[in-house]
């Protein structure tokens, strides 16, 4: 075989992230959205559940109608993005994001929030998936992509580290209204980066076959009842007969699913893409992180304000452990990866998630040193694995249909993060007797309080474990899969193989 590293018509100019500086800087601000909204949202909830009589299951429903809005129409958005523009899909959602986040400044209702928390979760499905899909496509070289990925996504995790201590100050001095307006702009700057920084896809880069209509409308189905049924389990309890409809006909559609994808001609989701072990293994990785991610953000902003009386702006200083790792580690994280490798660092990362959820549930709720190390670690563990997690699946995906790989990595975090505050929220509810948010909880309330988080928290660190485990077996003896139509980026090498395990340090 000729080498081609010498070859003068197979060398490619090595490429620089400075010309994609604008563009970098509008994908950062989609992934910032996705971020500060959920955290500044945490640390309102008390604050929302007070000024509109809110019960903790309405509360639940404030946090998971974004969730089953944003995970249920990913896989379906993703299809029509490829298909039509990526580009032009983000910058749509992003018009839709500035508008519906504007309308919280007339929301006088649970009911009413909850509306616009769908809308705009609508419009975080038509953006926040795009922004890795863009950023894969812009580079021919690995390297560069996990620079760029990982300049995304420590804007968005510095986002989510600060969000609750920009939104307990806020809380001081202004209505929570005020907390979600914070899109606006971010929506707004974002709009002009990508709309400046990156071109519209071209003819070659869409994807030119049909859209499984059959497989986005049962996929969606199938994706809305996971996330509602948890939900309502939480709201009715388990001896009504709803949350168990809603969990039977998930598994039902989901069955529906595989078979009419295994049929059709043009299937939503391929899956040979989704059996392949990089793929199924970085996606158990960020189901792991996003059970910790979720049940702990949601459970720790209730135990600093509700149970421990801490007002929003001490509850926003009490995580400054999270925003103080996440910038430290973002600095080294890229080195870290480059120097042991995706597999292992996707492991270390995982490891340090599982000590904290366990240090939190054991320790957590006693005093706050053991709350502010349980948010180093799994800050630290998150870090990494959000890093790593998703280049491995944007690999092993065919050019042209990379905005569906970057939504299933998105709708994986969707997913477990609904079932784990669900999960934990179910618990508390069952578990809690008396007024939830009026505050100056009894010794009894703060006991009763304390043993469902304990337990719910418990609960999630078995299940994260289990799949921690299983991607580790699934991707130890594995190498990043480069689809065909991903070689001809990848020159400079006599095997596509070999320089993708080269370039990301898979061991």
Not at 13 to 28: D, R, T
Not at 305 to 330: C, D, E
Request: proline share 4%; charged share 10%.
């Amino acid at each position: 075989m000729p080498d081609t590293h010498s070859s003068p018509k197979t060398s490619m100019p090595k490429q620089s992230l400075k010309p994609y500086s604008i563009a970098l800087a509008g994908l950062s601000m989609v992934f910032l959205f996705g971020m500060i909204d959920n955290s500044i949202l945490n640390v309102a909830l008390p604050t929302i559940g007070s000024e509109l009589h809110t019960s903790a299951t309405g509360l639940q429903w404030i946090t998971s109608a974004y969730a089953i809005a944003f995970g249920g129409l990913m896989l379906a958005v993703g299809a029509v993005s490829d298909r039509f523009g990526r580009r032009r899909v983000m910058l749509i959602g992003l018009v839709l994001l500035a508008i519906a986040s504007s309308l919280t400044v007339i929301v006088r209702s649970s009911g009413e929030l909850i509306a616009v928390r769908m809308l705009i979760g609508i419009a975080a499905s038509m953006t926040t998936p795009g922004t890795m899909a863009l950023a894969f496509r812009m580079f021919d070289e690995n390297s560069l992509r996990i620079r760029a990925i990982s300049i995304i996504t420590a804007v968005g995790l510095i986002g989510l580290a600060v969000g609750p201590v920009i939104g307990g100050l806020l809380l001081s001095v202004l209505p929570w209204q005020a907390l979600l307006l914070i899109n606006v702009p971010v929506a707004m700057l974002a709009f002009l980066g990508i709309r400046i920084g990156i071109a519209p896809d071209g003819p070659a880069d869409l994807h030119r076959v049909p859209i499984d209509l059959a497989g986005a409308g049962i996929g969606t189905l199938t994706i809305v009842l996971t996330l509602v049924s948890p939900t309502l389990f939480v709201e009715v309890g388990s001896r009504q007969i709803w949350p168990w409809a809603a969990g039977a006909g998930a598994v039902v559609s989901a069955a529906i699913f595989v078979m009419c994808e295994r049929r059709s001609a043009h299937p939503l989701m391929d899956a040979n893409l989704i059996t392949q072990p990089l793929v199924s293994g970085g996606l158990a990785y960020k189901a792991a992180t996003g059970l910790a991610i979720a049940g702990m953000g949601y459970t720790i902003t209730l135990q600093l304000q509700l149970s421990w009386g801490w007002s929003p702006a001490l509850a926003s200083i009490g995580m400054l452990p999270q925003v103080v790792t996440l910038l430290l580690v973002g600095v080294v994280a890229e080195k870290f990866v480059d120097r042991v490798g995706i597999h292992h660092a996707a492991w270390f990362g995982s490891l340090c998630v599982l000590a904290g959820m366990v240090i939190y549930a054991t320790l957590g709720l006693r005093a706050y040193p053991w709350t502010a190390l349980a948010l180093v670690l799994i800050s630290a563990g998150l870090r990494v694995v959000g890093l790593v997690a998703g280049v491995n699946v944007m690999n092993g995906a065919p050019k042209n249909r990379t905005s569906i790989a970057a939504a299933m990595v998105d709708t994986t975090d969707e997913i477990t993060g609904a079932i784990s505050t669900a999960l934990v929220g179910t618990v508390i509810a069952a578990s809690f007797t008396g007024d939830f948010t009026g505050g100056h909880w009894s010794a009894v309330q703060t006991a009763e309080f304390n043993h469902a988080v304990a337990l719910g928290i418990s609960a999630l660190t078995v299940i994260a474990t289990i799949l921690v485990v299983w991607a580790f077996r699934r991707t130890r003896r594995s190498q990043p899969a480069i689809h065909p139509e991903h070689a001809d980026n990848l020159s400079g090498s006599t095997n596509n193989s070999d320089l993708s395990h080269n370039e990301i340090g898979v061991d």
